[in-house]
């Protein structure tokens, strides 16, 4: 799995390459009496007049600054912080119990032995449905996470079609994770204009709100 997954950022790498050599190649040639000419790749590379058609987006400091990330972020923290109360809560009755039946079971308090198992068999069911709890509660949460996650990447997929449609570029890439940009000079960073771009399309940040925020698509 890990060698499929190396070769497809191998792949998805040398397609980027050979897109980019291709916008050089077409705004750096020029014609004379039919002929084509063009710089060389060093000439280009030190020619900061340059600017090609391409930009990026520093994925991580769009969902620091992106108001609608922030909304999203708290609506999941909330949704942690109410599954940690409810297994706290669990938490504690069954330690509750547990206590009490070892201090009646000091104290010779149960009528019967049979009583005393019955009692034990009660605090063994609650430790099972704690267990339970925290599993399914675990569960939810992911699929809440990877919910919110596609909605956000959705999101940011659909406002940015309609952002290039006043900036006209033929390639936007991230460097999200496994990074798609090595090296990149500033002036190809538009992560700030497309921050602006979408907080102004979504508003501003509503964590004082108890729902999941809506996207703008």
Not at 49 to 55: Q, R
Not at 141 to 164: C, R
Request: hydrophobic share 35%.
């Amino acid at each position: 799995m890990e060698k499929k997954n190396n070769n497809a950022y191998i792949i998805g790498g040398v397609l980027a390459v050979a897109i980019i050599i291709l916008y050089v190649l077409h705004f750096t040639s020029g014609s004379a009496n039919g002929k084509s000419t063009s710089k060389s790749f060093d000439s280009i590379g030190n020619d900061s007049s340059l600017t090609l058609p391409i930009a990026y987006v520093n994925i991580d400091s769009l969902l620091i600054n992106y108001n609608f990330a922030k909304d999203l972020n708290e609506a999941l923290m909330r949704t942690e912080e109410n599954s940690r109360a409810s297994l706290v809560q669990k938490e504690r009755q069954f330690n509750s119990a547990a206590q009490e039946f070892q201090r009646k079971l000091q104290n010779n308090a149960f009528l019967s032995q049979e009583r005393a198992e019955q009692e034990q068999q009660r605090i063994m069911k609650m430790q099972q449905e704690y267990q339970e709890m925290a599993e399914r509660l675990a569960r939810e949460f992911a699929i809440e996470q990877d919910k919110l996650n596609f909605e956000m990447e959705d999101t940011i997929k659909s406002q940015l079609k309609e952002f290039n449609q006043d900036h006209g570029f033929q390639l936007i890439l991230s460097n999200r994770g496994t990074s798609n940009i090595l090296l990149a000079t500033d002036k190809y960073d538009i992560t700030r204009t497309v921050t602006d771009y979408l907080n102004k399309r979504y508003g501003p940040t509503t964590s004082t709100s108890t729902t999941v925020p809506e996207s703008t698509n």
